[in-house]
């Protein structure tokens, strides 16, 4: 479904990402590893086209997208869940899922989306009215991967979803994804918290340094065949 | 890092060598060419540059624009300007001046000196708050010092003659006097910019979070910065003061402010010889356009006067720079040295 | 004070804080959207005046001429944009600011050129100067229509601002423009958007100051970009109804300042403003308002 291949990018005169392939199946969870730094989020960002790759391509659904704009690449189905969630603060929970519907034209077709959010997520409808800014930290990431919904996305891209929340909260996230490949959804999940995203993911890459430092099964991983710790150091 | 680096005053002192050599040549130049109006332009030229290239020290090494430096200017050229306006002046101008102040005269030093010196207290009371202030709320907060600041110099009547302005100022400045001025402000501004201080300023133009994490204090090197920029633009004005012998409250305000800073851009902040760069280019455009704003004949065409001409031009070469030349003409690159 | 001296000064107050509310939310706009502080804002108060003192000197009416000033400045907004700031876009900060103070010289010295440099009289219908009075209250008509027309203006922003897709989107992206982005929000279409509001807030905010002032200056931009600057720093950096408030409270601010200080410090009012901006920007950089908010949630 998605094919990045030997990517690089540069943040201003500084290369982060030094030359990067990784290929995404529909259905699939696919999880990219590594160190804070590592340029896991750069290549989120570059994917959706909020930056633009120095060198390589990046094909979804048989189509160069690189060099889309991240508008164009929603309307074709790709959406990021920003690291540290970002909802509007100021806009009521209603008002920022409504945002995330920006682009579907037909009313009805926004108001089963939202049907379907408030079902996955009872306490955004109740606090519908309320603003974002006053939503509990877990609150405020169900708001983000819901308003990432309202697009109606097949590829769904999150950065560091279990960021900053109670352990609790982390895993009913991963089980919220686990429900949405369900539904049919294509997810790339980009997280510090390894052994969690393995247990729910099929494939893993680990990003470190701006390269690719091990990819596998996700089984591969966990049963130790591919060593985390040492790709995490950048040394695999 | 905290230490001076060899390598980098060589590079300076080379650039001084070379800047110093140019403006020497140049200044050389219109005094063998003996001409009055060209001697007039160069010796407003080396003025110019020692106010760009003070605000340089600031703007250039923290990469936070300043809106406010005129104010330091001002502040420098009134101070010399009550330094050294005859006593008998003063009791006609200023006939409610202090009796301390009334009966001071001193000379084109001193009041350098004492210039750089208010506006050097000027900037310690007010870049206290600002230097703890965001990148942006501290460019919007020198713009509320710039407006502050003009607000005093015209309504303190006591002791700046409210918006009349000031007159009789001894001219204490000739071609050479002004070439010694640039050529000491350069030195000191690229000694600033080579210094422990200047190097931790300069990484935190480009980094402001990685700089305080590898243990720059942020706050500590703006305010130094913001305090030799401002005790140098002090110094420039009190330079300039001795030069037009008059100025009221409105020399130093939005469209002198604008003018400096254009010359920052069009040369490039982040480099000494790009102010002087800037200021020469300007200065030039500036002298080509100024006769044709008085009016001009063309052919059968009578141009009439042209206000703004100037500024419009200067104006229109500061957006085909940003836009083709974001860096300015020099960027980040020193006269003479290596990059 | 008697209380026919208090309904004035009141009036005078949210006249003017109608006028000042208009610029800041001019300015906040765009500051909000694309975090660049747009000097050039004031010099579309100037364009409002200019085009207004053509049309009425050429015997059109004067809700004519003020119909198409506030045209003229929204048009002149987006323009300035595609001329001047798109090209920057991924210019730093420090760019930008340098880009709109280079349009706004450009702007005043081509009327300088154009024009003249000398003031010009726009005569304003001669209603505006009258006084209502109701037993001992005197209201003038100007105040009254001032707040009439500011706050209608505020009316429709806001409704415009709150019930509509472009509004929402508006909203959404001030608060957070790269994720307003990935919502799909075109970038440009939005600035655009932004720029048109700008420029017809200004113009709005023009016809009321002309009709204030009665004449019209190549500098004339500079009070309202000043004012607004104000506003919006007490009302908070890219909170478009702290801008709002923030006019208001500047207003306020200063009328009071007007009757309660002695003579010799009225020159200073100005300054004292200022000396409050600057010791919010320090204590609350992100303003009053905004930072009173954020506390609260």
């Not at chain 1, 309307?75 to 920022?96: D, K, Y």
């Not at chain 2, 980094?207 to 002090?234: E, K």
Request: hydrophobic share 55%; net charge positive.
């Amino acid at each position: 479904m998605l094919q990045v291949r030997n990517l690089v990018v540069n943040y201003g005169p500084v290369e982060v990402i030094h030359g990067i392939s990784l290929n995404v199946e529909k259905g699939e969870i696919v999880s990219v590893l590594g160190p804070n730094g590592g340029g896991k989020s750069t290549l989120l960002r570059t994917i959706v086209g909020l930056m633009r790759p120095q060198q390589g391509e990046i094909s979804y659904q048989a189509a160069r997208i690189d060099g889309r704009s991240p508008e164009e690449n929603l309307a074709h189905g790709i959406a990021l869940v920003p690291e540290g969630r970002r909802i509007f603060s100021r806009l009521t929970v209603l008002e920022n899922l409504w945002a995330g519907a920006y682009l579907v034209r037909n009313k009805r077709v926004v108001d089963e989306s939202l049907a379907f959010v408030f079902n996955q997520f009872p306490i955004l409808a109740e606090r519908r009215a309320q603003l974002g800014g006053t939503l509990s930290g877990g609150q405020q990431q169900m708001l983000a991967i819901g308003r990432a919904l309202m697009s109606r996305p097949q590829l769904m891209l999150l950065d560091e979803p279990s960021l900053g929340l109670a352990p609790i909260l982390v895993q009913d996230t991963f089980q919220l994804i686990q429900r949405l490949r369900g539904e049919g959804l294509t997810i790339i999940l980009v997280e510090q918290n390894a052994r969690q995203a393995l247990e729910i993911s099929d494939r893993a890459y680990v990003l470190a340094s701006g390269q690719m430092q091990a990819a596998g099964r996700a089984e591969e991983f966990q049963k130790g065949g591919l060593d985390l710790e040492r790709a995490y150091l950048g040394d695999a | 890092m905290s230490n001076w680096s060899r390598r980098r005053l060589a590079v300076s002192g080379r650039t001084w060598l070379v800047l110093s050599l140019l403006l020497l040549l140049a200044g050389g130049g219109v005094w063998l060419w003996d001409d009055a109006n060209l001697i007039r332009i160069a010796t407003n030229f080396f003025l110019l540059c020692t106010l760009v290239v003070s605000l340089q020290v600031f703007v250039g090494n923290s990469g936070i624009v300043s809106f406010g430096h005129v104010a330091f200017f001002g502040v420098g050229a009134y101070t010399a300007a009550l330094l050294t306006i005859p006593p008998n002046v003063k009791e006609r101008a200023l006939p409610m001046l202090p009796a301390i102040l009334m009966n001071l005269e001193t000379g084109l030093v001193t009041a350098t000196l004492g210039g750089a010196l208010v506006a050097f207290l000027v900037a310690l009371l007010t870049g206290l708050a600002l230097a703890r202030m965001q990148e942006q709320a501290m460019a919007m907060a020198t713009l509320a010092l710039l407006v502050m600041m003009h607000a005093i110099f015209s309504n303190w009547e006591t002791v700046t003659r409210g918006t009349i302005g000031l007159y009789g100022i001894p001219r204490g400045i000739n071609l050479w006097v002004a070439l010694s001025g640039i050529i000491i402000i350069i030195g000191l501004a690229l000694l600033f910019k080579a210094s422990p201080t200047g190097l931790h300023l300069q990484a935190s133009r480009e980094q402001p979070l990685a700089a305080q994490t590898i243990g720059i204090n942020l706050v500590r090197v703006r305010l130094i910065g913001w305090l030799v920029s401002g005790a140098l633009m002090g110094s420039a004005g009190a330079l300039w003061a001795q030069n037009i012998l008059a100025f009221g409250p409105d020399q130093f305000y939005f469209v002198e402010t604008f003018t400096v800073l254009s010359m920052l851009v069009i040369g490039g902040l982040g480099s000494v010889s790009g102010a002087v760069v800037g200021a020469a280019v300007v200065t030039g455009v500036s002298e080509m356009l100024r006769d044709l704003e008085g009016g001009f004949t063309l052919g059968p065409l009578s141009i009439p006067e042209l206000p703004g001409l100037v500024q419009l031009a200067v104006a229109v070469l500061i957006m085909i720079i940003l836009i083709y030349r974001p860096e300015g003409l020099l960027g980040q690159r020193e006269v003479g040295g290596k990059r | 004070m008697t209380p026919e001296l208090l309904v004035q000064q009141l009036i005078n107050a949210l006249s003017l804080g109608s006028i000042y509310a208009l610029l800041a939310l001019g300015l906040a706009m765009v500051f909000s959207v694309l975090g660049m502080l747009n000097f050039a804002f004031g010099e579309l108060v100037t364009i409002t005046g200019y085009v207004m003192f053509w049309l009425v000197a050429a015997q059109t009416s004067f809700v004519t001429a003020a119909v198409a000033g506030v045209i003229f400045a929204t048009l002149a907004s987006v323009l300035i944009e595609q001329i001047a700031f798109r090209p920057l876009r991924r210019a730093p900060f420090v760019t930008l600011l340098f880009s709109s103070f280079a349009v706004a010289v450009i702007i005043q010295n081509l009327i300088r050129q154009l024009v003249s440099p000398r003031p010009k009289g726009v005569p304003v219908p001669g209603i505006f100067d009258e006084v209502w009075r109701f037993g001992t209250f005197q209201i003038g008509v100007l105040p009254m229509i001032t707040l009439g027309v500011g706050l209608a203006a505020l009316g429709l922003l806001a409704a415009f601002l709150q019930r509509t897709s472009w509004g929402l989107a508006i909203r959404a992206a001030a608060l957070d423009f790269e994720v307003a982005r990935l919502m799909g929000i075109r970038a440009n279409r939005v600035i655009s958007l932004a720029f048109a509001i700008s420029g017809l807030l200004a113009g709005v905010a023009g016809v009321l100051w002309v009709a204030r002032r009665g004449t019209v200056t190549p500098d004339m931009g500079f009070v309202p970009i000043l004012k607004a600057f104000i506003a919006v720093v007490i009302g908070g950096l890219g909170n478009l109804w702290g801008a709002v408030l923030g006019g208001f409270v500047l207003a306020f601010l200063e009328v009071t300042l007007d009757v309660v200080l002695p003579i010799e410090f009225r020159p200073y009012t100005e300054a004292f403003a200022l000396i409050a901006v600057v010791v919010i920007l320090y204590f609350r950089p992100q303003g009053l308002i905004a930072a009173q908010t954020a506390e609260r949630v």
